[in-house]
């Protein structure tokens, strides 16, 4: 099983609507980010998180909103989905004690209409 | 801010073939630096991870280097494989956990 896993995998959705991305974590760890990817623009960083009650802003924040719900699980939302937040996302954890070597989900491909 | 380029954007070469990878970053100040591997439609695999104070890693085929004075890594392959055709992504983590990355170099090897 994966140690990384992120729902839905894929999602279509309207102007407006708001939606959940879920991501959940086997490996222990302490440290959780989120990830959009789009073309020619390489990953930049969303949110994230270094335990339950610590959440930080990342490069491109505004938009989306996160929850940490348990050491493992991490969700982003997009309150009010909007065309340019087509992308793909990626949720990845880390330890310190392993050299903050980062370990990613499969991602979640959206597609705002 | 940091800002990472790979060059080149893209490369295709034949099956055996050794070859590198480019990466350079603009602030030094660098904890390390990771290589990650992306297949279509797929997540990020870590390949290799240089902590600053190092000057390479190496993993069977694949052997990372790293001058962190002059903002510059270089990924190299030995022996290419059809196997490793792929995006292959630079990140550089400077303050508080947060990685910055280049926009990758997509790899094709002929067989």
């Known amino acids: 099983d994966a140690d990384v896993t992120q729902t839905p995998r894929n999602r279509i959705t309207k102007t407006g609507k708001r939606i959940m991305l879920e991501c959940s974590q086997t490996k222990g760890h302490d440290r959780m980010y989120w990830y959009r990817q789009d073309p020619g623009l390489g990953l930049r960083l969303i949110y994230y998180?270094?335990?339950?009650?610590?959440?930080n802003k990342g490069e491109i924040s505004d938009g989306y909103s996160v929850s940490r719900q348990a050491q493992a699980k991490f969700s982003l939302s997009l309150e009010s989905a909007i065309p340019n937040q087509t992308a793909l996302y990626f949720c990845?954890?880390?330890?310190?004690?392993?050299?903050?070597?980062?370990?990613f989900g499969p991602g979640t491909r959206l597609l705002v209409l | 801010k940091q800002e990472v380029t790979q060059i080149p954007a893209a490369l295709s070469v034949p099956e055996g073939e050794n070859l590198v990878l480019n990466c350079s970053f603009t602030?030094?100040?660098?904890?390390?630096l990771q290589w990650f591997r992306q297949d279509p439609g797929k997540g990020l695999t870590s390949l290799l991870l240089?902590?600053?104070?190092?000057r390479e890693q190496t993993s069977g085929r694949l052997n990372a280097s790293l001058d962190k004075s002059s903002g510059r890594s270089t990924l190299y392959i030995a022996a290419s494989q059809p196997g490793d055709s792929a995006t292959y992504l630079c990140?550089?983590?400077?303050?508080?956990?947060?990685?910055?990355f280049g926009e990758g170099t997509q790899l094709t090897v002929n067989p």
């Open positions: 990140a550089v983590e400077t303050s508080g956990s947060r990685l910055t």
């Open positions: 240089i902590q600053s104070s190092q």
């Open positions: 998180s270094f335990d339950v009650k610590d959440i």
């Open positions: 990845a954890t880390s330890d310190p004690r392993d050299y903050e070597t980062q370990y």
């Open positions: 602030d030094s100040a660098i904890y390390n």
